[in-house]
């Protein structure tokens, strides 16, 4: 197991090193941030007593805000994704521990030093500079070490918003549920953590005022100070650099495709990337993975992201906040209209498959209960246990409308992470599930679905969004992604998803197959 | 010189003074002694001179200049102050914290350097030793050495001391009351040094001024002090030692 995964590590080195960097800058630059901000704002609490308590107040709701919904947030006022609005979230959550050691750090100074300051003759500023602060400074350093180390940690999050860093291992194994991904992600965060833990401890020591006696420990010493001064000016050095190196990225032949963090999305952007790759000059960058319907939106409609596949349904009743009970065809209309209108984006005519919610149970249940339809669920719901994923169990168009308009009342409903959800109800701990409808594991555990026979579910067609400025600038490139409408059914669709779920085939492996299996790109081409 | 003209200080809006019409002079090159209880308003005084607190009424001045057209960071760094509790700042070395008011008034290292060597000399703390110790690395008596060092580093034309010496032990402060007299003969400053001790006062005053509540009882030599008590207090001050000196010996 250790040694497989080992050698899965190894043949990953290349990215490995490009990913630790990115985390390094990611936590030394929001580290940094914090630190510049942080401690003149402790130092004001400390001097300001009426702002100390909504100072206070406000850095601690910082840390109580979700990661996604501030990363939404920020992408929403930034207008960017990537390294910028990662770094400010990261800062922000960096505050608290920094603002609060210093506040009592400088309350911590003693009276007395404080009276012969002030009787010697020093200035408030000469006080604060001389005195507080570096009377203050092991308290400000303790305060910097658990802002850093629980930055690596959240540093990790920022992959969702297309920073990089080895939260992309993490994520993109989340979404394949692939585990060696995530550990290639997760340990290298936790020694990185360990590290980090390790060098400021390091140079916490090193700066204690203390009468070197050993000439060994004075000359270490006299290393690790400005070691670890010059060590955040390397990596934020690197920052800048990494920052000025992927603006020029953003050159005018530069398409950049996004997707959410989720198989389907990942296989259809492969095949997006690839077919521009193959018929046009173009460059194409892939923002993949990233955290969510809302972050791709954001990203979509600030400009920073070009293409993404999205689903009627979701634009219907998550981006637009309308009603989903309507045809197919309305749907379609209504989306494709509002998003011209207000997002000046496109909606290209349906890939060809729905991805919509579905009931799913184990099919002898389905036989035994005589099941084909929800409204007939309804009516033996009472002796049923469901298990729904949380987005599931909070959306409008999931299990609240649902619930109210077939009736249902189940004898148990739990909130599950997807792949567990499946497990669990192949081993019999669950009766019902919702499913995606193009998910592999429906066919691969042959599980039987449940018909929506009141049309509750809204159309989810999936088709692609494309920002009309794109196609002003390369006109070739409508005739090109038109050329996917209607190429891929239902069918189709939960066959790729099954390669990359449960054979473990890479996305782009699978998208390519499909690609040339559809004459739409030529073999070895 | 330093003189006290009618000076009066209450701490709380309509609260009893702390300190009322306290009128005396320090003469150049002379020390006083404040001697009182606690709560008498001693350091208070003290800590009037140098504007840690202004005036209520009355004026002081110090070199024939009202200390309130003073600016008070100048006045504070032309007088030397060795506190109560030592005040040495624990994150500098000896060497910083002996010319940390060299440094304030902007002279160049060396001259820092130069006369923290001689100060350091001076209160018997040999520098090759002592400067890059911390102030926890030192004793009781070593600390208020160097707190005597640092108070005379820019060479200050007075020096309040507030009871240096209270917290040393009798040995200790014996042979720094010692030390102090005879840096007092060589160096000739003027001199306020806060004591509650009788000894200590009749040790290191010129003069000795008895603050009784706020008010004060009586100045002059210990001569004339301990022969001519002005008030029945001054006199109960003076008489208990005589007293259990005399009890001793019987």
Known sequence: MIESWLTFAAGRTAELWVRTGEHLVLTGLSTAGAILLGVPLGVLASKVRTIRNPLMGTVGIFQTIPSLAMLAILLALTKQIGIVPAIIALTLYALLPIVRNTLTGIEQVPPSSLEAARGLGMTLWQTLILVEVPLALPMIIAGVRTAAVVGVGIATLSAFIGAGGLGEFINRGLALSNTQLILLGAIPAALLALIVDGSIGAFQWAVQRRHGRSPLEAIVRWVVRPAALVLPLIISGIGVYAALASRQENADDVVRIASKSFTEQLILGEIVAQTIEHHTDRTVERRFNLGGTMICHEALIAGEVDIYPEYVGTALTAILQLDGTRSAGDALETVRNTYTERFGCIWFDPLGFENTYVLALRKEVALREQLTTISGLASVSNSMRAGFPSEFMERPDGYPGLRRTYGLSFANVRDLDPALMYQALVSGELDVISAFSTDGRIEAYDLALLKDDRSFFPPYQAALVVREDLIAEMPELGPLLRRLTGMIDTETMQQMNYQVDHHQHSPREVARQFLESMGLVKENG | ?250
């Open chain 2, 1 to 250: 010189m330093i003189s006290y003209r009618n000076v009066a200080k209450t701490f709380l809006p309509a609260g009893p003074p702390v300190l009322s019409d306290i009128t005396f002079q320090v003469e150049t090159g002379e020390t006083v002694a404040l001697l009182g209880t606690s709560g008498s308003g001693k350091t208070t005084l003290l800590r009037l001179t140098n504007r840690l607190v202004d005036v209520d009424a009355g004026s002081i001045e110090v070199d024939g200049v009202s200390v309130m057209d003073q600016d008070p960071i100048e006045l504070r760094r032309r007088i030397g102050y060795v506190f109560q509790g030592i005040g040495l700042f624990p994150h500098m070395d000896i060497r910083s914290n002996v010319s940390i008011v060299l440094r304030l008034l902007g002279r160049s290292a060396s001259e820092q350097q130069k006369r923290s060597d001689e100060l350091l000399m001076m209160v018997g703390m040999p520098p090759d030793e002592f400067s890059g110790r911390y102030p926890h690395e030192l004793s009781g008596g070593q600390q208020q050495r160097v707190g005597v060092a640092r108070a005379l580093a820019a060479d200050p034309e007075f020096l309040l001391m507030d009871e240096p010496f209270g917290a040393l032990d009798a040995i200790t402060r014996d042979t720094l009351q010692q030390e102090l007299l005879s840096l007092k003969q060589k160096l000739q400053k003027t001199i306020v040094f806060v004591t509650h001790d009788i000894f200590e006062a009749l040790t290191i005053g010129d003069r000795i001024a008895v603050l009784n509540d706020g008010r004060l009882d009586q100045i002059g030599t210990k001569q004339e002090i301990i022969r001519s008590p002005a008030t029945q207090f001054v006199k109960d001050l003076f008489g208990r030692p005589r007293a259990q000196l005399e009890a001793i010996d019987a």
